[in-house]
């Protein structure tokens, strides 16, 4: 699409669109957050967590059992306190961790959230309207997802305000 603002005549509904397209361009999965069913509370999109996961490590043969203790790992990084646990976050998907095998008999098994070697086996997904339920319920204009964990989120609202 071609998009062509004059300056303070475009709307948020416009903006969200160009960021959308742009982002599709790049080879991201489009997909409005009412379209994905879910629990508010959740905020990983469990599925392509689970199909990146089992498709990078499918050659390491971890049971289900392990494969939820990695999902796990990253669903249990505390909220708060809000610095220490972005911080964590932050550490957590950049450099992965070493999962203890339930076979005591297996090395510890370093695991990734992403793929940097091979960027095209990573999951891309770009989700507007995605809400969140907290201490409040959330909206954001736009989250960016890799392999199922927020990894950007868009608020155009006061973009569009200047």
Known sequence: MDYIFEKGKFTEAQLEAAFIDLFEQQGYTYVH?????RQYEDILLLEDL?????????????????????????????????????????????????????????????????????????????????????????RPDLLVFINGIPMEIFEFKSAVSE
């Open 33 to 37: 957050g009412k379209n994905i069913y």
């Open 50 to 138: 689970l199909t990146y996961l089992r498709e990078r490590y499918a050659s390491d043969g971890l049971s289900e059992i392990e494969i939820q203790k990695i999902v796990n790992r990253v669903m249990m990084v505390s909220a708060v306190p809000l610095y220490a646990s972005n911080k964590e976050a932050f550490w957590l998907v950049n450099e992965g961790f070493d999962l203890i095998r339930d076979d005591v008999n297996q090395v510890a098994l370093h695991v990734n959230f992403i793929n940097f070697d091979e960027p095209e086996k990573n999951i891309f997904k770009v989700v507007n309207q995605y809400s969140v339920q907290g201490d409040r319920l959330r």
